[in-house]
């Protein structure tokens, strides 16, 4: 098979970055993974060059395939249970974490608000909030990540399932005593709203470069947060 040419900015073939669009924009417009056959038909590819396509896209971390190659998470969209619902007007999504589903309703344009829906990992209470692309939603519950960035992407269904909202800290110190986790990083739900506002800006569109880690760095700087589990000092 002939090599594709790779886009310099992107490191996606063509035929990788059609594939990447036709799943995102699908995610977005259905809350699911499109099946396999209808992305090889709206991309002309044949499937043997569409299941390439899907790994490379795994390769560079714009998919999270489970063991049979289907899609598990297409960030900020995910195609099963990771403890976060995200109901638009039209549209019901299962956001990937707490930062991914304050994300999607930044990202899908035509989803001003959604109501994002979790329960406390400590306690199990539910906790709802209206996020909207305007204001954060009003709360006093904290988000705890568990790993740092760093290593997001050593187990990353393992990181994102760890990335949740609590009543508040002492639900946070009840749950890592009675896990026996470490601390990651604490914050409250205005920065989780800063950082999940423009994190994924412009996965809708093509082409998309993802952000170097510097980028990364002065991204996390800027909605405030701070300190070595961000890579920051
Ligand atoms: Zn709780
Ligand atoms: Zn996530």
């Given at each position: 098979?002939?090599?594709?040419i790779?886009?310099?900015?992107?490191?996606v073939?063509?035929?990788?970055?059609?594939?990447?669009?036709?799943?995102y924009?699908?995610?977005?417009?259905?809350?699911?993974?499109p099946l396999?056959r209808?992305?090889?038909?709206?991309?002309?590819?044949?499937?043997?060059?569409?299941?390439?396509?899907?790994r490379?896209l795994?390769?560079?971390r714009?998919?999270?395939?489970?063991?049979?190659g289907e899609?598990?998470?297409?960030?900020p969209?995910?195609?099963?249970?990771?403890?976060?619902?995200?109901?638009?007007?039209q549209?019901?999504?299962?956001?990937?974490c707490?930062?991914d589903?304050f994300?999607i309703p930044?990202?899908?344009?035509?989803?001003?608000?959604a109501l994002?829906a979790?329960?406390?990992p400590?306690?199990r209470t539910p906790?709802?909030?209206?996020v909207?692309t305007?204001?954060?939603?009003?709360?006093s519950?904290?988000a705890?990540f568990?790993v740092?960035?760093?290593?997001?992407?050593d187990?990353v269904?393992?990181t994102?399932?760890?990335?949740?909202i609590?009543?508040?800290?002492?639900?946070v110190e009840?749950w890592?005593?009675?896990t026996?986790?470490?601390?990651?990083?604490?914050?409250d739900l205005?920065?989780?709203?800063?950082?999940?506002r423009?994190?994924y800006?412009?996965?809708?569109?093509t082409p998309?470069?993802?952000?170097?880690p510097?980028e990364?760095?002065?991204?996390?700087r800027?909605?405030?947060l701070?300190?070595?589990?961000?890579g920051?000092?």
């Amino acid at each position: 098979m002939v090599q594709s040419i790779r886009d310099e900015t992107t490191g996606v073939t063509p035929e990788g970055e059609s594939v990447r669009l036709m799943i995102y924009r699908s995610f977005a417009d259905t809350g699911r993974a499109p099946l396999r056959r209808d992305v090889a038909e709206a991309t002309g590819l044949d499937l043997a060059a569409t299941d390439t396509a899907y790994r490379e896209l795994a390769r560079l971390r714009h998919l999270v395939l489970g063991r049979t190659g289907e899609v598990v998470l297409a960030h900020p969209f995910a195609s099963s249970n990771f403890h976060f619902s995200v109901m638009g007007a039209q549209t019901l999504w299962w956001g990937g974490c707490a930062w991914d589903a304050f994300a999607i309703p930044h990202l899908v344009p035509t989803e001003a608000g959604a109501l994002v829906a979790t329960t406390c990992p400590a306690c199990r209470t539910p906790h709802a909030w209206t996020v909207t692309t305007a204001d954060p939603p009003v709360g006093s519950q904290v988000a705890h990540f568990l790993v740092p960035t760093a290593h997001i992407w050593d187990d990353v269904v393992h990181t994102c399932s760890h990335q949740r909202i609590f009543c508040s800290e002492s639900c946070v110190e009840a749950w890592l005593d009675a896990t026996g986790n470490e601390r990651g990083s604490v914050f409250d739900l205005a920065t989780l709203w800063r950082l999940a506002r423009g994190w994924y800006a412009g996965r809708l569109d093509t082409p998309y470069r993802r952000r170097e880690p510097a980028e990364a760095h002065d991204y996390f700087r800027q909605v405030g947060l701070s300190g070595s589990f961000w890579g920051l000092d």
